[in-house]
């Protein structure tokens, strides 16, 4: 079973605290992805690798950076978290290759930011 | 610009019933895939039903199907014999088949059972 884990499922910080939220893989899978989850908005794209310190940017990259220093790990930082980036974060990976494969997806982490 | 639409923010359906979520996207692409993803309380997104758009034939997972009509460019999906398990937030999801990474998820539906 492919497992995609992420740091924490819950996180609370203060305003202007750098947050770091950690992604992990077991299957060797060359891509990897972060999203935010907001109700009625579906899952935005913030950035997504497709290799060891190579990133890309997505679709909502503002206040947000990554990290990708191992094929297993990705990491996302909020450089100085704000009230609007409240929000539930899903890490995924899949193989970097054509066809219908699928994305797998860690439980989630529901940071609030007061 | 690819889109997805899920015009159902909410949907309940009795147990043993059938059910059908709606889903339209946006694309100018010939070759691309069509996903369900179902997202229960508090636990991990997983995927449900995948369509190939090359595919004619509807795609089948035990209780859950597609009806993938590629001109109208609606992918529905059917819950059969609906169960207390379904009960979920199902995404629609669209990716390009010649794009290794980027996919785009529509607004998810939440479906209720009721016993």
């Known amino acids: 079973d492919v497992k995609v884990t992420q740091s924490s499922r819950y996180l609370v910080k203060r305003t202007g605290e750098k947050v770091f939220l950690e992604c992990v893989q077991d299957?060797?899978?060359?891509?990897m992805f972060w999203y935010r989850q907001d109700p009625g908005l579906g899952l935005r794209l913030i950035y997504f690798?497709?290799?060891?310190?190579?990133?890309e940017k997505g679709d909502i990259p503002e206040g947000y950076s990554v990290s990708r220093e191992k094929k297993e790990r990705f990491s996302l930082i909020l450089e100085s978290a704000s009230t609007n980036q409240t929000s539930m974060y899903l890490c995924?990976?899949?193989?970097?290759?054509?066809?219908?494969?699928?994305?797998?997806f860690g439980p989630g982490t529901r940071l609030t930011v007061t | 610009a690819q889109t997805v639409t899920q015009s159902q923010p909410e949907m309940s359906v009795q147990e043993a019933e059938t059910v059908t979520l709606s889903c339209t996207y946006d694309?100018?692409?010939?070759?691309?895939?069509l996903f369900w993803y179902k997202q229960p309380p508090s636990r991990q997104m997983i995927l449900v039903i995948r369509q190939e758009a090359y595919k004619q034939q509807n795609a089948t997972e035990n209780r859950f199907s597609v009806n993938f009509q590629k001109a109208a460019k609606s992918f529905s999906l059917k819950i059969s014999d609906s169960q207390l398990g379904d009960a979920a937030m199902y995404f629609c999801?669209?990716?390009?088949?010649?794009?290794?990474?980027?996919?785009?998820f529509g607004p998810g539906t939440s479906l209720s059972v009721i016993p």
């Open positions: 690798s497709y290799d060891v310190k190579m990133k």
């Open positions: 995924a990976s899949s193989p970097r290759q054509a066809g219908s494969y699928e994305q797998y």
């Open positions: 299957m060797d899978h060359e891509n």
């Open positions: 694309t100018s692409e010939s070759d691309y895939y």
């Open positions: 999801a669209y990716r390009v088949g010649t794009s290794y990474d980027k996919v785009i």
